[in-house]
Nanobody, 121 residues
Framework: VQLVESGGGLVQPGGSLRLSCAASGFTFSRYAMGWARQAPGKGRAWVSAIYTDGRTSYADSVKGRFTMSRDNAKNTVYLQMNSLKPEDTAVYYC????????????????WGQGTQVTVSS
């Protein structure tokens, strides 16, 4: 299993970024996928998940601003982040969950290496 994130960077408050996670080494369409983030000095926090049937779930802190999607033909998940705030600054990790649904980071069996997102003026 390999998960490779991309798309991180520096953005001003109110701006947007789209993260991508390219997956390989498993049958992508059979697994729920997720995103988590870790800010400096804090633990890893769950951000969002997308199930095999396309349903999504989000942490309250990003609901209405972030949108997660998947393209099973490309074995890729995306995280569209809008209206970014300084408190969104973190390393963002892509995750494969162990089943068809995914409620939190305890259901993750593989992690990507992470991509840095910095929101600052």
């Amino acid at each position: 299993v390999q998960l490779v994130e991309s798309g991180g960077g520096l953005v001003q408050p109110g701006g947007s970024l789209r993260l991508s996670c390219a997956a390989s080494g498993f049958t992508f369409s059979r697994y729920a996928m997720g995103w988590a983030r870790q800010a400096p000095g804090k633990g890893r926090a769950w951000v969002s998940a997308i199930y095999t049937d396309g349903r999504t779930s989000y942490a309250d802190s990003v609901k209405g601003r972030f949108t997660m999607s998947r393209d099973n033909a490309k074995n890729t998940v995306y995280l569209q982040m809008n209206s970014l705030k300084p408190e969104d600054t973190a390393v963002y990790y892509c995750a494969r969950c162990s089943g068809y649904v995914c409620y939190d980071r305890y259901m993750v069996d593989y992690w990507g290496q992470g991509t840095q997102v910095t929101v600052s003026s």
